[in-house]
């Protein structure tokens, strides 16, 4: 399963939500993208957007300011599109 990091300190929204979209397109069932931000905006913009995408999304303060999102395709890691267990 591959992992893609990007970083989008001090980017507004859409941009890091448009820069995440190209690099999912590349990815397959299992793979992830890790997005880390400095914009509270951008985690929301985020949670909105993977409503309607029906993919994992995992985001987290990892330190003051500092929002890491993972992006994970659902399939063949056995995580389905909510996040439970297929």
């Known amino acids: 399963m591959a992992e893609i990091f990007l970083e989008a300190w001090g980017e507004m929204c859409p941009l890091p939500l448009l820069k995440a979209e190209k690099e999912l397109k590349q990815l397959k069932p299992g793979d992830s993208l890790v997005l880390e931000t400095d914009h509270s905006c951008t985690a929301r913009t985020f949670e ?39």
């Not at 300011?65 to 063949?76: F, L």
């Open 48 to 86: 909105n957007w993977a409503r309607k995408h029906q993919v994992v999304l995992e985001v987290e303060e990892v330190e003051c300011g500092v929002w890491q999102i993972r992006i994970t395709v659902p399939g063949t890691n056995g995580i389905g599109p909510t996040g439970q267990a297929q």
